[in-house]
């Protein structure tokens, strides 16, 4: 999990991260099966904040 630019730091079941509103992040699965991740908003999100931190690089 990364956010606002800090040293990504490993994440795993049960563990809970809290982001400032409007501050950039990114999560990344870094194991074989699927993410699976639950993104509670407030303020809510709205899809015009979204940025992709990837510069179009696709993943899978």
Same mark, same amino acid.
């Given at each position: @999990?990364?956010? $606002?630019? @800090?040293? #990504? +730091?490993? !994440?795993?079941?049960?563990? !809970?991260? =809290? %982001? *400032?509103? #409007? =501050?950039? +992040? &990114? %999560?990344? $699965?870094?194991?074989?099966?699927?993410? %699976? /991740?639950? #993104? !509670? =908003?407030? *303020? &809510? /999100? !709205?899809?015009? #904040?979204? &940025?992709? @931190?990837?510069?179009?690089?696709?993943?899978?």
């Amino acid at each position: @999990m990364e956010v $606002n630019g @800090m040293t #990504a +730091q490993p !994440v795993g079941p049960g563990d !809970v991260v =809290c %982001i *400032p509103p #409007a =501050c950039p +992040q &990114r %999560i990344t $699965n870094t194991g074989t099966l699927d993410l %699976i /991740f639950l #993104a !509670v =908003c407030t *303020p &809510r /999100f !709205v899809a015009e #904040a979204y &940025r992709d @931190m990837d510069d179009g690089a696709e993943t899978s």
